[in-house]
């Protein structure tokens, strides 16, 4: 049982380039999340999605788009990249609203964007 | 708009000791609190969950409560052990918004 993998590990952009991160989970959950942490902030909430072809805007949705065409994926998009979306980016997956269950996150996704 | 704080930063104390780590938020609208454990270059466990119905939740070595009142939350570690080293963050919820992350207490225990 793999739980929530993300791909890639790290990456290196140059700005404006776009990236694809991408998100998987193999526990059948309804809900998936994409966050961004970054030093002294916490974990913030780019977007989310509350079952199969659903998306909805988190706290810092900005520069930032996805997509579950596939209950078990959740890609988040960079379609230019800029230097202040250098951070560490998590994926979490629950079976139902967030708060209610225990979420589940993958390794994270270190991003530097030059 | 739901802030959540942790104290102390950091925290760095020798094996055995029990210990305390504490979680603060500003709106008692709370519903549920959850506490997480993350690794160095990891994702996040989930260790606790409270709803709202409850005060309290144990698990082996670790206890949580949450009083909604006075909007804090601590997190009881007993006679602490060097594989506790991680850094512990709380996190609030609201009956339908999402949850509020803290910053997190970086705990270290040495032998």
């Known amino acids: 049982n793999a739980g929530v993998t993300q791909t890639p590990k790290f990456r290196v952009l140059k700005t404006g380039q776009s990236m694809t991160l991408l998100c998987a989970q193999d526990m059948n959950h309804e809900y998936m999340y994409w966050y961004r942490q970054d030093p002294g902030m916490g974990l913030r909430l780019i977007h989310y999605?509350?079952?199969?072809?659903?998306?909805a805007k988190g706290e810092v949705p900005d520069g930032y788009n996805v997509s579950r065409l596939k209950k078990q994926n959740f890609l988040l998009g960079l379609e230019s990249a800029a230097p202040s979306q250098t951070s560490v980016y998590f994926c979490a997956s629950s079976y139902s609203e967030q708060g209610f269950e225990t979420q589940y996150f993958g390794p994270g996704t270190r991003l530097l964007v030059l | 708009k739901q802030e959540v704080t942790q104290i102390p930063a950091a925290l760095s104390v020798p094996e055995g000791e029990n210990l305390v780590l504490n979680c603060s938020f500003t709106d008692s609208a709370i519903y549920n609190l959850q506490w997480f454990r993350q690794d160095p270059g990891k994702g996040l466990t989930s260790l606790l969950l409270i709803q709202s119905s409850q005060r309290e939740q144990t698990s082996g070595r670790l206890n949580a409560s949450l009083d909604k009142s006075s909007g804090r939350s601590t997190l009881y570690i007993a006679a602490s052990q060097p594989g506790d080293s991680a850094t512990y963050l709380c996190a609030g919820g609201g009956n339908t918004d999402k949850l509020i992350f803290g910053t997190g207490t970086r705990l270290q225990v040495f032998p």
């Open positions: 999605s509350v079952g199969e072809g659903t998306t």
